[in-house]
């Protein structure tokens, strides 16, 4: 998607503060964290929302949420944290390129 922020971001046109990356999934922090550690993680293809969801995208949304979990410990999370993927209007999102949040206090 040429308009599309996130896409530019997990093409590095735009910089960020990268956290991981693979063929599938980007990880980068929030430009404006909601808590001490607060980070997105994108799939690679965009995908407008979970609203777009279907069955083909049933391997990556398993492993965005396992790598959520797994760069949370990294991050110091241990204790726990808060996960949230806004959709839609109703749903406060902002950004349209599918995204999970990842963010809390150590
Ligand atoms: P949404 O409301 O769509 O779920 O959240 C979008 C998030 O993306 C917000 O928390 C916002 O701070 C973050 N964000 C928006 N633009 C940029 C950007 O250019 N770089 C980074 N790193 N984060 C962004
Ligand atoms: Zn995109």
Redesign the pocket.
Known sequence: MDNC?FCK?SKKD?P??IIYEDEDIFV?????P?AEV?F?LIPKLHITNMLELNDTHQILMGKMIILANKLANEYGLSNGYKT???TGKNG????YHL?I?VFGNK
Do not use: M, R, T, W
Not at 92 to 95: D, I, L
């Open positions: 922020i971001i735009i960020s503060k980068f922090h929030d430009i404006n909601a607060h997105l949230q993927i806004n406060g999102q902002e950004v995204h949040h």
